[in-house]
């Protein structure tokens, strides 16, 4: 820790000496920071994923489409789509038999 301050300390004393060196400290970081801050998206979109509908009703697929509409989700079919393995799914949905009968508004998901 004391190596640590000394070298700060050092660092501030050429800082004092060295006036043309405060310019090119502060602005370097502020340009980078607009620069790269705009560049970096953490935006989540066309998650490939992978849905197994076993309840195979109207109700499975409405909610399948509710996921898919909303633009985070892109269902790959692992069984229809050539070269599958390639763009192996992120995300499973499995909707077992009697999804839609026991699922009622306002319920939440289970988790695995």
Do not use: C, H
């Not at 970096?40 to 066309?46: L, Q």
């Amino acid at each position: 820790m004391n190596g640590l301050l000394r070298v700060i300390l050092k660092e501030f004393l050429q800082l004092r000496r060295d006036r043309q060196m405060i310019p090119a400290l502060l602005i370097g970081p502020i340009v980078q920071l607009l620069a790269l801050g705009y560049a970096a998206n953490m935006d989540v979109a066309d998650i490939p994923t992978l849905l197994v509908d076993q309840d195979r009703t109207a109700a499975s697929r409405a909610l399948a489409d509710r996921f898919t509409g909303s633009g985070y989700f892109r269902l790959a079919w692992a069984r229809s789509s050539p070269g599958w393995w390639r763009d192996a799914p992120s995300w499973r949905w499995l909707f077992p038999p009697g999804t839609a009968r026991t699922r009622r508004p306002g319920d939440r998901p289970r988790s695995r």
